[in-house]
């Protein structure tokens, strides 16, 4: 068994905000990504491994396969416990803390089954507070932490809408159908926050569930939400029989001497290239889908944001294109989820998407994710479809971002082992 001896320097602190923003009554956007709050003293060392049981144990690698439900967000579904409890997650590549909804007052729109009873269940245990990872400002997930009056340690998570979701930090099994079974992992228990399902955290962080887990690769095909309600889509942990087809593009990684301060070292960065709108490359420079030199930029592909976001330079660019070629028929003055603002009333939906055509979105090792005109816009309810792409900086945001919704009818590979993602173009059943 492996003693792990890690001398750790951390040069930022992120938090994580995993935003379920409601800007209007009918609009909810998902957006899922890491905001840099605080510059840690790079003298900050830490070394906890050593001191960490769950970290010592290798489970053989694990493979499962599971549907999840795609509606915005993609939610899987996971036994937590022993025995175990199924709990609704998000799958959500962009942030690192996994919790489980452990909010014994129903909410009336939760159904109970979906909240988690740690009195049932054999293999939960309470993270204390001299635990390392409780500290003020823990490196790795950047929540505010504190030792509640129980001893125990307790943490918030904050919404950009306001809102928080609190509870302790515990740890917790994962067994699967198949008998294998996780180490107890390091998880949140949240006991309040409005939201129905938990997040399973899959970033590259050392404490998300994919590292705690030891998964070597995962994989998802969201499905086309063309005219249904909530379809399901296929989601595997470790091997995919379908892997012979995928395509694959390295992820870019950042030595810690080149962390920049709006850069997040956590995300899956890939190399964009361009984009192209009805068979026509847009005049968009390279250097603007990499970070610069203070880290805006990078290009992540993600599964907890809805949307894609572009930074400026590339947003107007699309825009501009679009105004060209259906600049009249544009809802005026018209912004859904304060960033989305090339909409159309369902009336000229389906014309506006023929003239606009077919999307393609470019990678390095000539990877391309095709968008068909049938699926250029997504129906935001109230008569009004809108192009899935809005401009990073009106929410905050400095990078580039590909959302679920552009990774439709697409397997996504994560390979973690291998530092790379795959792409198999695929219908997704
Ligand atoms: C491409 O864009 C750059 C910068 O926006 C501009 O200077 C250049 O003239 C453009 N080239 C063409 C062919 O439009
Ligand atoms: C919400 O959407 C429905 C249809 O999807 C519409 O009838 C209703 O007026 C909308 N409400 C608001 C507050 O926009």
Same mark, same amino acid.
């Given at each position: 068994?492996?003693?792990?001896?890690?001398?750790?320097?951390?040069?930022?602190?992120? %938090?994580?905000?995993?935003?379920?923003?409601?800007?209007?009554?009918?609009?909810?956007?998902?957006?899922?990504?890491?905001?840099?709050?605080?510059?840690?003293?790079?003298?900050?060392?830490?070394?906890?491994?050593?001191?960490?049981?769950?970290?010592?144990?290798?489970?053989?690698?694990?493979?499962?396969? +599971?549907?999840?439900?795609?509606?915005?967000?993609?939610?899987?579904?996971?036994?937590?416990?022993?025995?175990?409890?199924?709990?609704?997650?998000?799958?959500?590549?962009?942030?690192?803390?996994?919790?489980?909804?452990?909010?014994?007052?129903?909410?009336?729109?939760?159904?109970?089954?979906?909240?988690?009873?740690?009195?049932?269940?054999? +293999?939960?245990?309470?993270?204390?507070?001299?635990?390392?990872?409780?500290?003020?400002?823990?490196?790795?997930?950047?929540?505010?932490? *504190?030792?509640?009056?129980?001893?125990?340690?307790?943490? *918030?998570?904050?919404?950009?809408?306001?809102?928080?979701?609190?509870?302790?930090?515990?740890? @917790?099994?994962?067994?699967?159908?198949? +008998?294998?079974?996780?180490?107890?992992?390091?998880?949140?228990?949240?006991? @309040?926050?409005?939201?129905?399902?938990?997040?399973?955290?899959?970033? %590259?962080?050392?404490? +998300?569930?994919?590292?705690?887990?030891?998964?070597?690769?995962?994989?998802?095909?969201?499905?086309?939400?063309?005219?249904?309600?909530?379809?399901?889509?296929?989601?595997?942990?470790?091997?995919?029989?379908?892997?012979?087809?995928?395509?694959?593009?390295?992820?870019?990684?950042?030595?810690?001497?080149?962390?920049?301060?709006?850069?997040?070292?956590?995300?899956?960065?890939?190399?964009?290239?361009?984009?192209?709108?009805?068979?026509?490359?847009?005049?968009?420079? @390279?250097?603007?889908?990499?970070?610069?030199?203070?880290?805006?930029?990078?290009?992540?592909?993600?599964?907890?944001?809805?949307?894609?976001?572009?930074? @400026?330079?590339?947003?107007?660019?699309?825009?501009?294109?679009?105004?060209?070629?259906?600049?009249?028929?544009?809802?005026?003055?018209?912004?859904?989820?304060?960033?989305?603002?090339?909409?159309?009333?369902?009336?000229?939906?389906?014309?506006?998407?023929?003239?606009?055509?077919?999307?393609?979105?470019?990678?390095?090792?000539?990877?391309?994710?095709?968008?068909?005109?049938?699926?250029?816009?997504?129906?935001?309810?109230?008569?009004?479809?809108?192009?899935?792409?809005?401009?990073?900086?009106? %929410?905050?945001?400095?990078?580039?971002?590909?959302?679920?919704?552009?990774?439709?009818?697409?397997?996504?590979?994560?390979?973690?082992?291998?530092?790379?993602?795959?792409?198999?173009?695929?219908?997704?059943?």
């Amino acid at each position: 068994m492996a003693t792990y001896k890690a001398f750790l320097i951390f040069f930022l602190n992120f %938090l994580h905000l995993s935003i379920s923003n409601k800007i209007q009554e009918n609009t909810t956007v998902s957006l899922s990504f890491p905001i840099k709050t605080t510059l840690l003293s790079q003298n900050l060392k830490i070394n906890f491994l050593s001191s960490s049981k769950a970290m010592t144990k290798t489970p053989s690698s694990l493979n499962y396969k +599971s549907n999840f439900k795609y509606s915005m967000a993609l939610i899987v579904t996971l036994p937590i416990g022993t025995p175990p409890q199924d709990q609704q997650m998000v799958l959500d590549t962009g942030s690192q803390l996994s919790w489980i909804q452990c909010n014994k007052k129903k909410l009336p729109k939760i159904p109970p089954s979906t909240i988690f009873d740690p009195s049932l269940s054999s +293999s939960f245990s309470v993270l204390p507070c001299n635990h390392p990872l409780c500290k003020p400002r823990i490196p790795d997930f950047t929540l505010p932490t *504190s030792c509640d009056q129980n001893s125990l340690c307790h943490y *918030s998570y904050f919404y950009a809408d306001g809102t928080l979701a609190e509870g302790n930090l515990v740890k @917790e099994k994962i067994t699967f159908l198949n +008998s294998q079974n996780t180490p107890p992992l390091i998880l949140g228990c949240t006991t @309040e926050s409005r939201d129905a399902e938990g997040i399973l955290g899959m970033n %590259l962080g050392r404490f +998300s569930f994919a590292s705690q887990a030891k998964v070597q690769k995962f994989s998802y095909c969201v499905p086309s939400r063309q005219g249904k309600v909530s379809p399901s889509g296929t989601f595997y942990l470790g091997q995919n029989p379908n892997s012979h087809m995928f395509k694959y593009i390295n992820l870019l990684t950042f030595p810690r001497s080149q962390r920049m301060p709006n850069l997040d070292p956590l995300a899956y960065t890939i190399g964009m290239v361009g984009i192209k709108i009805g068979g026509k490359k847009l005049n968009i420079s @390279e250097k603007v889908f990499r970070p610069d030199a203070g880290g805006s930029g990078q290009t992540m592909i993600d599964s907890g944001t809805q949307y894609t976001f572009l930074v @400026e330079e590339a947003y107007d660019k699309v825009r501009d294109e679009i105004v060209r070629l259906v600049g009249p028929k544009l809802k005026k003055g018209y912004v859904y989820g304060q960033s989305l603002d090339m909409c159309f009333d369902a009336v000229n939906s389906i014309e506006a998407g023929r003239s606009i055509g077919d999307m393609t979105l470019e990678f390095e090792n000539g990877i391309e994710i095709l968008v068909n005109k049938e699926n250029m816009l997504d129906d935001v309810g109230g008569g009004v479809h809108c192009l899935g792409i809005g401009k990073s900086e009106k %929410l905050g945001i400095a990078s580039n971002i590909i959302g679920n919704f552009h990774q439709q009818n697409l397997w996504v590979e994560f390979d973690l082992s291998n530092k790379r993602v795959g792409f198999g173009k695929v219908e997704c059943k």
